[in-house]
């Protein structure tokens, strides 16, 4: 099998990692600056045990399988959804109480190519805000930009196989 099935002839390359958009499942609006993502990652126990008839070797059978936090990054803007999502894990004016009905979010991490084109999606299920960094530390010195920093807890993803890869396009324009 072909590693890039519509384009095997002339694509060998893999995709790159700063192409890339977040969106909520519930809208169609993505998540405004978000510049980084972590890794998306899984890790399944190993439950070792053994036949009483054989005392020396040692089977494994997978157990639970856990997935890691996602932290995901972006520029101060006035975009409010992270502040406001991370809120209703506790809110201060609710009395520190915990909005139920919707403080888990379905995300949807789009990954494209260099060309703009959606080539890979991953559906990010029963995700809560464990921690949040409104505003990073301030230095009148620095040259940076200001980050906002949230940990998303997650109850596990997958692939959206419906995301097909498109076929790349060439372009005629000509070197300025």
Known sequence: MAIFPNNAATRFDPYKNYRFRVKFSTGAT?????????????????????????PSTSRKSPGRTEFDAITLERGVTQDLDFEVWANKVWNFQDGGNVSLTDFRRDLILEV?????????????????VSEFLALP????????????????????????????????????????
């Not at 972590?38 to 054989?54: A, C, Y």
């Not at 920093?149 to 300025?176: C, L, M, Q, Y």
Request: charged letters at 30%; a negative charge.
């Open 30 to 54: 993505y998540v405004a600056a978000v510049c980084k993502v972590s890794g998306l990652k899984k890790s399944t126990e190993v439950v070792k045990h053994r036949d009483g008839g054989d």
């Open 112 to 128: 494209y190519n260099e060309q703009g084109q959606k080539v890979l999606a991953y559906k990010i299920y029963r995700c809560w």
């Open 137 to 176: 530390d301030m230095d009148g010195n620095a040259n940076a930009i200001a980050i906002q920093h949230i940990k998303v807890e997650n109850e596990g993803w997958e692939r959206d196989v419906d995301t097909k890869e498109p076929a790349d396009f060439s372009t005629t324009v000509p070197p300025t």
